[in-house]
């Protein structure tokens, strides 16, 4: 038997990219309210994400889209077990303070959201709490983990149901990070210039061939085999957004996409599950999209 | 089975070769523990289905949401075989969500949250509070070696009872129990595997893979 022997340090790097490290593998949905928590979580998400209203809803409704009201996310964190995260607007760093203090798990620095800085991003390192932000290319993922964030999602295009950003984004980040392994270091300069990115996070990443924080897929996946060709491409777990519960049978396809996430390499199980789901949600095509609306051009 | 012999410096040891060693590969930090074990030597197989139990002489549970665990497990047809191969004495090593997974009682767990089983402790869930409250501290784990064990707890869970048939490995300060063996079991609080800590893996793999082959 024994005694630990040191100080406890809360909000490390480790202990912030830890959390994420658990959730690989998993399954994180948005949910509006207590009620499609509760569904979630019984279907097996590794987490919620709480917010007002899921893309889709912000596309069509458009005006400004803000953090979620505390009561809704006090109602949300108050009805599951599984870690809660929430979004805040880019750049808004006391909507930042606010979620922190009501104890949600992780915030997403999100672009879903109207973007309350056009410049800036908020210095996630001032926060305890870990950050998720989304990024479609590896400059971007490389400046967010600069300023803090202690996982990144591939952004896709939110509220769409179409998964080809997602595709896009993540083969883009896989790619960028395979050309810069087989770089010599006059060659990593030159990458860290273009990338608009610090040196030495390009050289780490030449060297391990992977970012030194989790990578998920977000932005357009609505079916099981979406989110297991995400997990194909190298996603390390999979957002769905409205694609849950803007489908017709959110129970349903829940528990589907989490089984398809964990069997993502067996055509079988993945067949299986895809059966008899009802209505995924309508969806619009992304290049019908006007390019003002498009959600994955925010942040920088 | 003697708990972590006294002056016992695993890293002087190595580890027997062959050794066929399962990872729980459902949902988690399963790669991370893949990585630890191969590095020491072992055989890794990721499992996720039933039959993937029949050929192992261990498993790891990783680190993970111990809640879609169950549901996955029970779902597939893993949960009643490997329930099975832990009362047949199949050494198995839980972190984190892998504790809770081999907890006799469950506290403050899901409707309906189901583990494995085997170790006579109630584990509560996510006992430190939200993510603000994960914490890195040393342990001194002196059966271990001398240098002090560098703990990572992650919305972590406690072994809140101690039955009379386990025995507590490490406490808290404030006298709290994040780790403990029964027999083949271990379980810890906290994920050496993400700290570069290799010392648990090699006890589990010499003391208690390697003995029970």
Redesign the interface.
Known sequence: ????????????S??KR??A??????VIMDVVTAAQARIA?DA????VMALERVPADIRSQGGVARMSDPDLIDSI?AEV???VMAKARIGHFVEAQIL?VL????IDESEVLSPADYKNHIDKWNF???FVCGATNLGEALRRINEGAAMIRSKGEAGTGDVSEATKHIRTINGEIKRLTSMSRDELYVAAKELQAPYELVAEIASTGKLPVVLFTAGGVATPADAAMMMQLGADGVFVGSGIFKSGNPEQRAAAI??AV??YDDAKVIAEVSRGLGEAMVGINVSDIPAPHLLSTRGW | MTILSVGTRPAETPVPAGLRVGVLALQGDFREHAQVLRELGAIVDLVRRPEELDRIDGLVIPGGESSVMDKLARTFGLAEPLQAAIRGGLPVYGTCAGLIMLADTILDGMNGQQSFGGLDIAVRRNAFGSQTASFETDLDIPALGEQPVHAVFIRAPVVETVGPRATALATLADGRCVAVQQGNLLGTSFHPEITGEYRFHQYFLQKLVAAAR
């Open positions: 038997m024994t005694e630990s022997n040191s100080a406890e340090q809360f909000g490390s480790r202990v830890g959390l490290e658990m959730l690989k593998g998993g979580e097996g998400a590794v987490a964190i077990n599984i870690p922190e104890g949600v798990d992780y305890t709490i870990p989490v089984k964990t069997f």
